[in-house]
């Protein structure tokens, strides 16, 4: 399996100072008393399901750090500029930080790897920020899409809009993010990390609808920690169902089953 991260960062070689006199995560904590949290539920469960169901086969666990509404600290010109992604995963890093570590965020100068894919949950007051068009004064920070495309240059920037369920992939290419097709069955594939990601429409958190999802090579969903349990469970059951019919048949031969 491979570990190699798939994009490093490298700070600019005309800046002035040496890795260590920057702040890392412990000085630029995600935690912020001005904002009151996630806007709504859906925030919460369709960035968990991407996470259950997000497992590169060229990756071990352990090399894959995946994070929801965690502060992204990107610029060193200004070191308290920060995006949060409703959904990030960056690989080749180890999964906590410095390997024993719950991140308090994720601070690109530190990890020196950029995020590989970026999910941004759209609304109707975050559409314009997460697509890069609004309109900003030069002193103010660039919009999320504007940073993603052009300053870290993420490969892989996917916005869902829940109401419309209108999924957009976007690939880094040439310079600029270029929108992938996606398949009749809303899905599209990545060939980098062996993944796909679609919509797919069930029950998750006892909740009915359109949800994004990750898919194997074989197009077939991977199953959450939940699934999986209640798919061993199935096994077990028809195993033991096999066996005892098999008893059955050999009891009308006159065979006791040992």
């Given amino acids: 399996m491979s570990s190699t991260p798939?994009?490093?960062?490298?700070?600019?070689?005309d800046f002035p100072f040496?890795?260590?006199q920057l702040p890392t995560m412990y000085d630029l904590p995600s935690e912020d008393p001005e904002e009151p949290g996630l806007p709504d539920e859906f925030h919460y469960y369709q960035p968990q399901l991407l996470r259950e169901t997000f497992c590169p086969p060229d990756y071990p666990p352990e090399q894959i750090c995946v994070a929801t509404d965690l502060n992204l600290y990107y610029d060193l010109q200004h070191l308290a500029?920060?995006?949060?992604?409703?959904?990030f995963a960056v690989l080749g890093v180890p999964r906590f930080y410095e390997g024993h570590e719950l991140r308090y965020s994720y601070v690109v100068w530190q990890e020196q790897v950029v995020p590989f894919i970026v999910l941004e949950l759209l609304s109707e007051g975050t559409e314009s920020e997460d697509l890069g068009q609004t309109v900003r004064d030069i002193k103010q920070p660039p919009t999320k899409g504007h940073v993603y495309e052009q300053?870290?240059?993420?490969?892989?920037y996917i916005v869902f809009g829940r109401e419309a369920n209108q999924l957009r992939v976007f690939h880094?290419?040439?310079?600029?993010?270029?929108?992938l097709t996606l398949s009749e069955e809303e899905k599209v594939w990545l060939p980098e990390i062996q993944l796909g990601i679609g919509l797919w429409h069930g029950a998750y958190q006892g909740l009915e609808r359109q949800w994004l999802r990750w898919y194997d090579a074989?197009?077939?969903?991977?199953?959450?920690p939940v699934e999986q349990l209640e798919q061993e469970r199935q096994r077990a059951e028809q195993e033991h169902q096999r066996a005892?019919?098999?008893?059955?048949?050999?009891?009308?031969?006159?065979i006791e089953p040992q």
């Fill in 6 to 13: 798939l994009n490093y960062w490298q700070p600019p070689p």
């Fill in 18 to 20: 040496a890795k260590e």
């Fill in 81 to 87: 500029w920060y995006k949060r992604p409703d959904w």
């Fill in 151 to 156: 300053i870290l240059q993420i490969p892989y």
């Fill in 218 to 224: 074989q197009h077939h969903w991977i199953p959450t």
């Fill in 244 to 254: 005892e019919r098999l008893a059955a048949q050999l009891r009308a031969l006159g």
């Fill in 172 to 179: 880094w290419q040439t310079g600029r993010y270029q929108t």
